[in-house]
């Protein structure tokens, strides 16, 4: 019984923590750091996570996604590319290694000044996602049915 009103109370807590972040309002420190660092982005839209706020918006005609912690840092931003952008080697190696499989989206995301491109193949009901260093290692980083 005792377990159960402990997580009860717990529930309670975590449940009116998540009530109590306001998702209609950007943080002063979050909007400051973002207009500072992406001067000319439109169309911007906000989402909020118990540890990060994520703001999509257009900069330069490219979509971009931005994370930043609570203290408004900048924790990692993506964006699409176009897959013949990733290192050549990594092309060549995806190219040979999943021949049948068809390039659905690239992405670089970058995380403290480290770069790394993702990139989510597709062939029927098969889904691989690869992780690509700068230096064009290809590994797998995560595989699941579509």
Do not use: C
Not at 65 to 85: C, V, W
């Amino acid at each position: 019984m005792k377990k159960i009103f402990i997580a009860a109370i717990l529930v309670v807590t975590v449940g009116s923590s998540a009530f109590a972040l306001d998702v209609n309002k950007v943080s002063y420190k979050v909007k400051s750091s973002f207009e500072a660092q992406f001067t000319g982005a439109s169309n911007v839209t906000w989402s909020f996570r118990e540890t990060y706020t994520k703001a999509s918006f257009t900069l330069v005609d490219q979509p971009v996604d931005a994370y930043y912690g609570t203290e408004g840092e900048l924790i990692a931003f993506s964006r699409k590319i176009d897959f013949k952008k990733l290192p050549l080697n990594a092309i060549q190696r995806i190219n040979k290694e999943y021949a049948a499989y068809q390039v659905a989206e690239s992405i670089e995301f970058d995380q403290d000044g480290d770069k790394n491109y993702y990139v989510s193949l597709e062939d029927g009901d098969k889904k691989v996602i690869l992780e690509v260093s700068l230096y064009g290692a290809v590994s797998v980083y995560h595989g699941a049915k579509k």
